[in-house]
Nanobody, 123 residues
Framework: QVQLVESGGGLVQAGGSLRLSCAAS????????MGWFRQAPGKEREFVAG????????AYADFVKGRFTISRDNAKNQVYLQMNSLKPEDTATYYC????????????????WGQGTQVTVSS
């Protein structure tokens, strides 16, 4: 069982930056692939970025490549999403997710979800 709590969301102007954090409970955090998803009003939840258990494997949605960076600190049970050059279309609720399966399942079928943190980018 893994519990996930996101933080770091807020209101930022276009072109600005935010760093989201996800704190995970449980002693086996390092066994999980982790991911970030987002959901804008009226839209389906979509994959943003994922990272493997060791941090050596990462994946990004095309719309954030070069702007967002995912990282993790297994000693602190934390995963991060550094978001730079934010755009109004990045406005959404951002969710942290965890998967105990192969890295690909972080993107397709994560088992655990956080409650989300709101990111609003003004133009």
């Amino acid at each position: 069982q893994v519990q996930l709590v996101e933080s770091g969301g807020g209101l930022v102007q276009a072109g600005g930056s935010l760093r989201l954090s996800c704190a995970a409970s449980g002693r086996t955090f390092s066994h999980y692939g982790m991911g970030w998803f987002r959901q804008a009003p009226g839209k389906e939840r979509e994959f943003v970025a994922g990272i493997g258990w060791s941090g050596s494997s990462t994946a990004y949605a095309d719309f954030v490549k070069g702007r967002f960076t995912i990282s993790r600190d297994n000693a602190k049970n934390q995963v991060y999403l550094q978001m730079n050059s934010l755009k109004p279309e990045d406005t959404a609720t951002y969710y942290c997710a965890a998967s105990a399966g192969p890295f690909g399942t972080v993107r397709t079928n994560p088992r655990y979800w956080g409650q989300g943190t709101q990111v609003t980018v003004s133009s």
